[in-house]
């Protein structure tokens, strides 16, 4: 079974920065792709950024100002935030979506999300 552990949440005043490690119990498939969603209270969970082997993703509200890596070494992935917005403000989760084999069990794109980090930017 694959977990995955989101830290690096906190408070910050707008034009700050942050960064959001999400670490994986197992070494997850480089093509496999791994990302950022957060949400709100009331609204639906958004993209905010992914990342495979072959290219990284953002929505159009965060580019320019965030930045996702990762590091399969380490079997993590970063979200670097800066010039952050109050309207940033979110719980962000960590998703990474399986296909192959992970534990001698199988999966076929199956979506697994970390229990999210809480993200306040004030004004």
């Known amino acids: 079974q694959v977990q995955l552990v989101e830290s690096g949440g906190g408070l910050v005043q707008a034009g700050g920065s942050l960064r959001l490690s999400c670490a994986a119990s197992?070494?997850?498939?480089?093509?496999?792709?791994m990302g950022w969603y957060r949400q709100v209270l009331g609204n639906q969970r958004e993209l905010v950024a992914t990342?495979?082997?072959?290219?990284?993703n953002y929505a159009d509200s965060v580019k320019g100002r965030f930045t996702i890596s990762r590091d399969n070494a380490k079997n993590t992935v970063y979200l670097q935030m800066n010039s952050l917005k109050p309207d940033d403000t979110a719980v962000y989760y960590c998703?990474?979506?399986?296909?192959?084999?992970?534990?001698?069990?199988?999966?076929?794109?199956?979506?697994?999300w970390g229990r999210g980090t809480q993200v306040t930017v004030s004004s």
């Open positions: 998703n990474a979506v399986l296909s192959g084999f992970y534990g001698g069990f199988y999966y076929a794109n199956t979506g697994v």
């Open positions: 990342i495979s082997s072959r290219s990284t």
């Open positions: 197992r070494s997850i498939f480089s093509s496999n792709t």
